[in-house]
């Protein structure tokens, strides 16, 4: 069964012949091919003639003779219908150098409408924005979220659907698969050809243990204030000397493949940005049973934490770690309107002593600014003077949320 991604095709159908180049970004594995599949066939469905539809997945050998820009933009324009409106679509756009040539030369035409997908830092803003400059908007595509991870599940329970997602994470091609061997084994395989190997491409000299070091030591810290130099510190002490900038390289290149994402601190009560203390969040959690040396039973907490970080990027354009004092608040979010909601995310809260920890930070801020408390817990959404204590299975399901 293909698990429809009907938040990202909304998006793109808003996106729909506006004068951008659309341009979809995310991890290897993680969906975009299927994404472009489903929105060509909404396409259709809409009256779009198929010969109006132009696709290319650069990693086909159907399209190996396409080797420069030059070759892509050939390829292209001698299918181009004149007189109607024509859908670009070109998967892996990155593997051409220069591609940007070609799709700024395509976007320039009055009948193109173009769809790009990207899994590294050649698609990421900072590198396209020489030559694409307010001609694009990005399209950000995660793993299953669990709403959608539930369209495999239709007849279960979510509470227990949720200990399973919570475990394997939500790729695509992991969350198909019905034995625990397999999964594993997909996961594996996504970690080395996909992360790893992406890694080794743009450093080729790199010291391939240290870089698995790094690695281990942020997947074992998801939810942890780090830093390059608290992780040079940390190897260093056990033998393996590694340079801060080193890792900082290393850390670059894992957000530059959208396997690490950082979350920058915020001061609540100072409305300043902390741009020293940092968090990272994996792509999806099930990538820590590949590494990991942690029990993913006895870390579930950080898991969770994890899994609330991916579905708030989903619903809002920004997500920063929140300071009140000497206090931390989880996650704080702002919508396209500016307003703003606070996080605060533990594994049980029904413990009082618990209970009274998780509140404090939320209790500690002053503006009017919903507030929620996010937990596995089995109960019923509950107010404590205006903070939401909510299940997470339940706030995973709530499609009232706003939307990033």
Known sequence: MEVKRSSNIDFLRRAQDTDFIKVITGARRCGKSTLLRQFQTAL??????????????????????????????????????????????????QMIDSFEKAVDSLYVKDNVDIY???????????????????????????????????????????????????????????AVQQDELISDRVLESIFNSSIIKDVLDKMPNIDQRKLHQVVEFVFNNVGNITSPNKIANAMTSRGESISNHSVSAYLALLEDNFTLYPASQYDIRGTQLLETQQKFYLVDVGLRRVTTSRDPFQD???????????????????????????????????????????????????????????????????????????????????????????????????????SG
């Not at 010969?51 to 070759?71: G, H, M, P, W």
């Open 44 to 93: 259709v469905e809409s009256g779009v003639a198929p010969e109006q539809i132009i696709s290319i997945n650069l990693e086909e050998l159907e399209f190996r003779e396409i080797a420069t820009y030059l070759d892509l933009y050939d390829h292209i324009v001698s299918r181009l219908k004149p007189d109607a409106m024509n859908y670009v679509f070109i998967d892996e756009v």
């Open 116 to 174: 790009v997908t990207g899994s590294n830092s050649k698609m990421l803003s900072s590198e396209i924005a020489t030559l694409l400059t307010g001609r694009y908007i990005e399209c950000k595509v995660l793993p299953l979220s669990f709403a959608e991870y539930m369209q495999l599940h239709v007849d279960e329970n979510p509470q227990q659907v949720f200990l399973e997602y919570a475990e394997f994470g939500g790729f695509p091609g992991v």
């Open 300 to 402: 579930r907490g950080h898991a969770l934490e994890n899994i609330v970080y991916l579905e708030l990027l989903r619903r809002f354009p920004k997500v920063w770690i929140g300071k009140i004092d000497n206090n931390e608040v989880d996650f704080m979010v702002t919508d396209r309107d500016r307003n703003t909601q606070y996080y605060q995310v533990a594994l049980t809260a029904l413990d009082e002593t618990t209970l009274a920890r998780e509140l404090k930070p939320l209790q500690r801020i002053n503006d009017a600014f919903p507030r929620w408390l996010i937990t596995s817990d089995n109960i019923r959404t509950t107010n404590y003077d205006g903070i939401r204590h909510i299940n997470v299975v339940d706030w995973l399901l709530d499609g009232s949320q706003p």
